[in-house]
């Protein structure tokens, strides 16, 4: 069945950067699309960022454009999220998720369980 | 940006009873070229990450009880539990993922009255 799990998280301070990872398997990773999705402690989700399934479009929410970057790996079915000059309004679980499609403009079809970040002082 | 509205934003309803719940996109979603709505609802319970029961604004995600339906197209849509049962209180949320970026609606609460 299809699995997503997340690691990287934990707490760091202002300005600090840090990876997250998601592996995936149960499905052909190739064929699709991905997301990062965040939810701040007792807040509704919130997009973050989104790759393609052949990583022509990538797009990302005007909060984090500029200071994060989404990046996939085929050949190890692993998506990433490279988080830079965090600020502590980026305190959020983070989940990555399949798109329903292989398009940026898809669905969260399936998602991880989220891995918490905390920048804090 | 696309901003979606959700009503109400709690909704007690006794088990066995309807619970409806509105999701309103301040532009329209439906995509002309293929006639589909870009819109899906999202279930989330405590401590869990949402689920997806909708896409495309009415198709059924596998595994969703058919008590749940959802139908809606352009700007307004619904999300119907036909028999409330105690595993489906939960927040539910709706997305459109017809524009960039993609935005979630705030969340209908529904509980137990």
């Known amino acids: 069945q299809v699995q997503l799990v997340e690691s990287g998280g934990g707490v760091f301070q202002p300005g600090m950067s840090l990876r997250l990872s998601c592996a995936a398997s149960?499905?052909?990773?190739?064929?699709?699309?991905i997301h990062w999705v965040r939810q701040a402690p007792g807040k509704g989700p919130e997009w973050v960022a989104t790759?393609?399934?052949?990583?022509?479009?990538?797009f990302y929410a005007v909060s984090v454009k500029g200071r994060f970057a989404i990046s996939r790996d085929d050949s190890q079915n692993t998506m990433h999220l490279q988080m830079n000059s965090l600020r502590t309004e980026d305190t959020a679980v983070y989940y990555c998720?399949?798109?329903?499609?292989?398009?940026?403009?898809?669905?969260?079809?399936?998602w991880g369980q989220g891995i918490l970040v905390t920048v804090s002082s | 940006d696309f901003v979606m509205t959700q009503t109400p934003d709690s909704l007690p309803v006794s088990l066995g009873e309807r619970a409806t719940m509105n999701c309103k996109s301040s532009q329209s979603v439906l995509y002309s070229s293929n006639n589909n709505n870009y819109l899906a609802w999202y279930q989330q319970k405590p401590g869990q990450p949402p689920r997806l029961l909708f896409y495309?604004?009415?198709t059924r995600e596998s595994g969703v009880p058919d008590r749940f339906s959802a139908s809606g197209s352009g700007t307004d849509f619904t999300l119907t539990i036909s028999s409330l049962q105690a595993e489906d209180v939960a927040i539910y949320y709706c997305?459109?993922?017809?524009?960039?970026?993609?935005?979630f609606g705030p969340g209908t609460r529904v509980d137990i009255k």
């Open positions: 495309w604004a009415s």
């Open positions: 790759m393609s399934y052949d990583a022509t479009q990538t």
């Open positions: 997305q459109q993922y017809y524009n960039i970026p993609l935005t």
């Open positions: 998720t399949k798109g329903t499609g292989g398009s940026s403009y898809s669905a969260s079809g399936y």
């Open positions: 149960g499905f052909t990773f190739t064929n699709a699309g």
